[in-house]
Structures are given as structure tokens and as C-alpha cells.
């Protein structure tokens, strides 16, 4: 066994344990904000078992787009919701238990024999390096136009985040009709949605 | 096996990175005085004395800055392979990606315009 073969498997314990773990915690930790790091620490995790895997552009995207982004959102979303309150136990506990748990032990299943009847080693040579510079070529030859749609996704993502955070497009709410507080930003405090209960 | 070999680096980098924030507790817990009254049991924030807990609801214009470099994230996702492969791609390719961020500058105009980009 070579220095390589031995740092690459030590690396690879220590990703596939931190994965598993912080899996785990994710879904057991009682604190949401403990539980939104640890996804963050178990999508950087995935991201280093890609570099193994020699996809570094998909390793680079996993941190971009996971990491920066999705767990970015998810804990501005705890930070703006979160508010230290009792939760009452759900009716029928214990059934929820055993349905999602027989889902989720069925896909389990599912995995392994796919991860076993799967002819590993066969398809194209995987092409290391390469494999970023090919997929620029890609990008900016045959797959252009979904390369420039991509952009205008983007902006119409911007535009529709602005107006629905901003609310000054309507005037009006659109299921009561009643008046929308105008210019969300200028104000502190103002809930996003109008509370229809307390009226 | 490991065909990225510049990663050795990388890895390095990691383990170090690691290590300081190992470190930094390790050290405090060895060399900082043991007292446990007053001032010492307030969080540290940067000098200033905290107000409250931490666990509050926070201003919603957090979330539009977040909405905002949530688009440039991913619009930086896209250029990583046009910034690789640049070399090999020539003019047209420079042009196609100027014509990429012509259109999310047009977003960050927007934005701007909105007033999305201000504290006040």
C-alpha cells in the first residue's frame, strides 16, 4: 500500500464519517440552528468526497450552490422565523415514526442493491483535470443558448425575490384586499404577511 | 488512484485550518485565569456589552442581501468553467460570457434601483 493509496483512504474514512455523523445530527439535534450547521458541514463533507472522486468542477458547485447558497437561505430563513416557543407533541406520533421510517428503510434498501447489482468499473475513462476545461468547451459551444438562459433565469429570480419581498407592485393584498403596508425595507419590524388572525 | 496530485496542498491547507481553531480553545483553556463571575460569562461581542439574547427574530433586510449575493453565487458557478477553459475557447467565448453579465448587471441595476442594496 502506497502513501497515496493510504492518505486517499484515511481521507476518505474521515469524509464518509463526518457525512454520516453530521447526517445524523441534522435530523436528531433538537436546536434547528445546530442542526442547519451541521448540514452545512455535511455538504462540505460531500464536496470533499467529490474532489476524491476527481470531479473537482462538481466539488467547486457543491460548495457554491450548497454551501453558499442553500445553507446560506436556510439559516437567514431560521433567523427570521425562529422564535423560542413550546411545541405541542403531533397526533399519532408514533404511527408518523413507523411510516417515514418504512419509507426511508425502503429507499435505504433500494440503494444497497443498486450499489450491489451496479457493474462498477465499466463506461469511459474519467478524465481528472481535463474534466472543467471540457465542460467550459461545452458550455460555450453546443450548450450555449442554456448557458445564456441560465442568465436571465437569474435575473427573473432577482426581480421576482425583490418584488415579493418589497410588496410596493401591489398595492393591495391579493387574497383579502386589504392595503399592504408599502416600502418593506424603509420599516424595521413590519411582518412580510399581513396578520389576518389578530383582525 | 488519486489523479488530482495537486492536492496534496489543498490538503494541508485543511489540516492546518483545522488545527486553529483546535488550538485557539486548547490554548484558552490552558492559559486563561479560571475566575467564572462578573463579565466573563457575557458572550464576547467584539467589546461592546451584549443586549438580549441571540435567539430573537431578525430584520428582514438580512434576507434581501442574502437573496442578492444568493444570485451571484450561482451566477459565479456558471464562469468557473469559462475562467478554466478560457485558454482553449478564443473570442467568442469572451463575448458570449460579456453578453452572461451584461444581463445579470442588469439584475444588480435593478436591485440597486430598488433600493434592495441599502441599509437606511
Known sequence: MTIASTTQLICFAVLAFTVVAGALGVVLLPNVVYAAFLLGGVFLSVAGLYLMLNASFVAAAQVLVYVGAVNVLILFAIMLVNKREDL?????????????????????????????????????EPVGDEATIRIGEHLFSDYLLPFELASVLLLMAMIGAIVLARRDVFSQDIATGESVDQG???????????????? | MFVLSGYDAFLGFLLISAAVPVLAIVANKLLAPRSRRGERELTYESGMEPIGGAWIQFNIRYYMFALVFVIFDVETVFLYPWAVAFHRLGLLAFIEALVFIAILVVALAYAWRKGALEWS
Do not use: H, N, Q
Open chain 1, 88 to 124: 405541542s407533541a403531533i397526533p399519532g406520533l408514533a404511527l408518523r415514526r413507523v411510516l417515514s421510517g418504512l419509507v426511508c428503510g425502503g429507499l435505504f434498501a433500494l440503494l444497497i442493491r443498486v450499489a450491489f447489482t451496479t457493474p462498477w468499473g465499466s463506461g469511459p
Open chain 1, 184 to 199: 418593506l425595507i424603509e420599516k424595521a419590524r413590519t411582518p412580510l404577511l399581513l396578520d389576518r388572525s389578530g383582525r
